[in-house]
């Protein structure tokens, strides 16, 4: 599969698409990138952008332009318990965390 132009080496957009409450249509989207040897998730439909997890690893979240949490573009140096950490602070639980193994860090209810 070839990235689209702009796409981070890592990093996979995949679209959904909802109907919201007046019908109308919106693209929805995740982000995953694998940081620290975990798989890292952005439900951006869930995002609320309260940026929690930027105030624990700001290496890798931030801010984006739309109003939601996003990677950063080149996320390094973050330790593994951190990032566990900025993902169980997601009040929405808009993130998700799996290891090498496929099993849930955050284990959401």
Do not use: Y
């Not at 679209?15 to 990138?33: D, H, I, K």
């Not at 930027?54 to 984006?64: E, I, K, N, S």
């Amino acid at each position: 599969m070839v990235a689209p132009a702009g796409a981070v080496a890592g990093m996979a957009l995949v679209p959904t698409l909802w109907l919201g409450r007046a019908g109308a249509a919106r693209s929805m989207m995740f982000e995953e990138r694998v940081i620290a040897g975990l798989r890292l998730r952005i439900d951006r439909t869930l995002c609320v952008a309260f940026e929690t997890c930027v105030d624990f690893a700001p290496q890798v979240f931030r801010l984006g332009q739309d109003g939601v949490i996003t990677f950063v573009d080149e996320a390094a140096g973050v330790d593994r318990d951190r990032l566990v950490e900025a993902c169980k602070s997601c009040p929405v639980d808009a993130l998700s965390l799996f290891d090498a193994n496929g099993v849930d860090l955050l284990q959401h209810t």
